[in-house]
């Protein structure tokens, strides 16, 4: 077993890799196929290879994402990790590479700050809920009332600002709108305009559309605003190409669960994400 940063070139072996589970892998597939797989500042996909055969891959960048159908190679890349004491704010993905991968980093890491079950959606036909019509892609002059909506949903999610580590974040809230895969509901209250729905299309790849950063307003909840919302960005992500429309979701939040489940969207496997 042989471990090495991929090369240009090597994109097309590494994203035949990923489509043998296109939905499992759909995030390091998209990091692929927007960035290409040479590490550039650190950042990019490294190979496993048994003879020239490439078995697995993890891409490193702020998140670790494995990638290994077959579970071969995830101690060498982890290895690899430990290595170069590369920092990282997550391992992410398909529930069994990322348990592989942290239990030899686990070895050199303290203990995670969270682990997290999460149950991989999918939907492949028409939403079963009806879509708000006023669910559309976000506006570039909109992002001073969606970066403060999509701070809310992080910090609600993990427990702290986003804000606290550079402009990533913000860079990633406004590429997100610049491609058209930032979704938004508009309310005005006294001509003052308020984000009340927001979801974003976080990777796409291989035909799969993942929705991420799924948030209503907390006074607006119960009133089937995220059914209807996330209906209405299933629809514009098969409207962008999808051949399948992706999530993953925390097990312990039923009332997501519920939600997505009157989309029409069906488990099909489970992602493990690791905080540190």
Same mark, same amino acid.
């Given at each position: 077993?042989?471990?090495?940063?991929?090369?240009? &070139?090597?994109?097309?072996?590494?994203?035949?890799?990923?489509?043998? #589970?296109?939905?499992? *892998?759909?995030?390091?597939?998209?990091?692929?196929?927007?960035? =290409?797989?040479?590490?550039?500042?650190?950042?990019?996909?490294? &190979?496993?290879?048994?003879?020239?055969?490439?078995?697995?891959?993890?891409?490193?960048?702020?998140?670790? /994402?494995?990638?290994?159908?077959?579970?071969? =190679?995830?101690?060498?890349?982890?290895?690899? /990790?430990?290595?170069?004491?590369?920092?990282?704010?997550?391992?992410?993905?398909?529930?069994?590479?990322?348990?592989?991968?942290?239990?030899?980093? *686990?070895?050199?890491?303290?203990?995670?700050?969270?682990?997290?079950?999460?149950?991989?959606?999918?939907? @492949?036909?028409?939403?079963?809920?009806?879509?708000?019509?006023?669910?559309?892609?976000?506006?570039?002059?909109?992002?001073?009332?969606?970066?403060?909506?999509?701070?809310?949903?992080?910090?609600?999610?993990?427990?702290?600002?986003?804000?606290?580590?550079?402009?990533?974040?913000?860079?990633?809230?406004?590429?997100?709108?610049?491609?058209?895969?930032?979704?938004?509901?508009?309310?005005?209250?006294? &001509?003052?305009?308020?984000?009340?729905?927001?979801?974003?299309?976080?990777?796409?790849?291989? =035909?799969?559309?993942?929705?991420?950063?799924?948030?209503?307003?907390?006074?607006?909840? =119960?009133?089937?605003?995220?059914?209807?919302? @996330?209906?209405?960005?299933?629809?514009?992500?098969?409207?962008?190409?999808?051949?399948?429309?992706?999530?993953?979701?925390? #097990?312990?939040?039923?009332?997501?669960?519920?939600?997505?489940?009157?989309? &029409?969207? @069906?488990?099909?496997?489970?992602? @493990?994400?690791?905080?540190?």
């Amino acid at each position: 077993m042989s471990v090495r940063a991929l090369t240009p &070139g090597e994109e097309a072996s590494a994203l035949d890799l990923c489509a043998r #589970d296109p939905v499992a *892998a759909v995030l390091a597939a998209a990091r692929i196929e927007e960035g =290409g797989v040479s590490p550039v500042l650190g950042v990019g996909a490294w &190979g496993a290879f048994e003879g020239e055969e490439l078995v697995s891959l993890l891409w490193l960048g702020s998140n670790l /994402v494995p990638v290994s159908p077959s579970g071969r =190679g995830l101690a060498a890349l982890a290895g690899q /990790v430990i290595q170069r004491t590369r920092r990282f704010s997550s391992v992410v993905g398909d529930s069994a590479a990322v348990h592989v991968v942290w239990s030899h980093l *686990a070895q050199a890491m303290p203990e995670p700050r969270q682990v997290r079950r999460q149950p991989s959606l999918t939907l @492949t036909g028409p939403p079963a809920t009806a879509p708000h019509p006023l669910v559309r892609p976000a506006r570039e002059d909109e992002l001073d009332i969606l970066l403060p909506a999509s701070v809310a949903m992080f910090t609600e999610e993990y427990g702290y600002s986003p804000l606290g580590s550079g402009a990533g974040y913000q860079r990633r809230v406004r590429q997100l709108v610049e491609s058209g895969r930032s979704f938004v509901l508009v309310e005005h209250e006294g &001509g003052v305009p308020r984000i009340v729905f927001k979801a974003e299309i976080g990777a796409f790849a291989l =035909g799969v559309a993942q929705l991420q950063g799924v948030w209503v307003d907390p006074s607006r909840r =119960g009133e089937g605003i995220g059914a209807a919302g @996330t209906a209405a960005v299933v629809e514009h992500a098969f409207a962008l190409g999808a051949e399948t429309v992706s999530l993953y979701v925390n #097990d312990y939040n039923s009332r997501a669960r519920r939600t997505y489940r009157r989309v &029409g969207f @069906t488990e099909v496997g489970e992602y @493990t994400t690791i905080v540190v």
